[in-house]
């Protein structure tokens, strides 16, 4: 069995070598250009459109993230870079539901306790206690009750937050008001204190985090984006926090990544930024979950995480 392996930033021996100890059967190596025989399945992290394209051959592509855009977005621009009839295969969990629900819970906390503002307080030296937050005045909305989503809906339902999820079809997870749909994204907004995405980047998704969503929140509501940056309407946010329609905004990932040293963002006072970190991709754990997908596609059964490249994600 013959695996190759492109990661455009990380080092790829640890992966090579781990991957090889679990599969003591496989040759894996790592895939430069020019690089043309034949493989079996192919691990791969925003690969060059070559790579890919003309590999009929593969039994399976893994791709080393949670998030399948960036692949499916070089697929619309240039039709052929994925081998048709070739199964896509996402990371789904391995470790980063966890890491979800550390991000969501602390970003939820900090600004339900209101830390974001004693923090300011505390810079001009000011003793100011605030009104508390209350639950019953701090519903929270999900948009995407996916993998990610319901693990972020299930941590903040157990203490005690009101939370709602939106997603493409309808849910049942207890103690979370689902809604779904385009036309119940009014409805599932109105009123929410904070909003976090979990959301894929599809052309279905691409900017919902517009003017006309804020507009549905409560008043000096708070957004956390974890999903993708394509979802945001920057222009929007800084207009909502102008305005006060939003009282301050976490944002984990960008349209362009590193962000330019110029964004307006960087300096906002009340905008917080991570370099996505919210989940990183675990290599045990993710080797793990490859490794048991590929004995199953040689077994015939189907793998965990498998994209259905209709719908995107
Ligand atoms: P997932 O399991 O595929 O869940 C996606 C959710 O989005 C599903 O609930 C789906 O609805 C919903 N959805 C998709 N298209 C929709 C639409 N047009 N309208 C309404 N709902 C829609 O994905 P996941 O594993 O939870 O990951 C979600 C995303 O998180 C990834 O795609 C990635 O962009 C992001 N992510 C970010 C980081 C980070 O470090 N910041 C790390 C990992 C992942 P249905 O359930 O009805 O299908
Ligand atoms: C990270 O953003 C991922 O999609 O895994």
Not at 49 to 54: D, F, I, S, Y
Not at 192 to 212: D, E, Y
Request: charged share 20%; with cysteine.
């Amino acid at each position: 069995m013959n695996i190759i392996f492109y990661h455009p930033t990380i080092d790829s021996k640890p992966w090579i070598e781990g991957i090889g100890q679990r599969l003591p059967q496989a040759q894996v190596r790592a895939w430069h250009r020019g690089d043309t025989c034949s493989a079996d399945y192919a691990l791969v992290w925003h690969p060059p459109q070559e790579m890919l394209a003309m590999r009929g051959e593969l039994k399976g592509i893994f791709v080393m993230g949670a998030g399948v855009d960036a692949i499916l977005t070089q697929e619309q621009r240039a039709p052929g870079t994925l081998p048709a009839g070739v199964p896509l295969i996402r990371l789904e969990d391995t470790g980063m539901a966890l890491q979800m629900q550390e991000y969501a819970l602390a970003t939820v906390l900090r600004y339900f306790r209101r830390l974001d503002e004693y923090q300011l307080f505390q810079q001009q030296k000011q003793w100011r206690p605030l009104t508390a937050h209350q639950h019953g005045d701090f519903t929270i909305g999900i948009l995407g009750a996916g993998v990610l989503g319901r693990a972020v809906a299930e941590k903040l339902t157990s203490l005690k937050f009101k939370v709602r999820s939106w997603s493409r079809t309808p849910k049942n997870q207890p103690g979370v008001e689902s809604f779904y749909g385009k036309e119940q994204l009014n409805d599932f907004a109105n009123g929410c204190k904070l909003l976090i995405n979990l959301l894929p980047n599809t052309p279905q998704t691409a900017g919902v985090l517009n003017r006309n969503l804020f507009n549905q929140l409560a008043q000096q509501s708070y957004l956390v984006n974890l999903g993708r940056g394509t979802h945001l309407v920057e222009g929007d946010l800084l207009n909502a926090l102008d305005s006060g329609q939003i009282a301050a905004a976490t944002l984990d990932v960008f349209v362009r990544e590193p962000m330019q040293r110029m964004h307006p963002f960087w300096s906002h006072p009340r905008v917080s930024i991570t370099p996505h970190i919210g989940a990183d991709t675990l290599p045990e754990e993710a080797m793990d979950s490859i490794v048991a997908n590929i004995q199953a596609i040689e077994a015939g059964r189907t793998p965990i995480g498998l994209v259905d490249l209709a719908r995107g994600y």
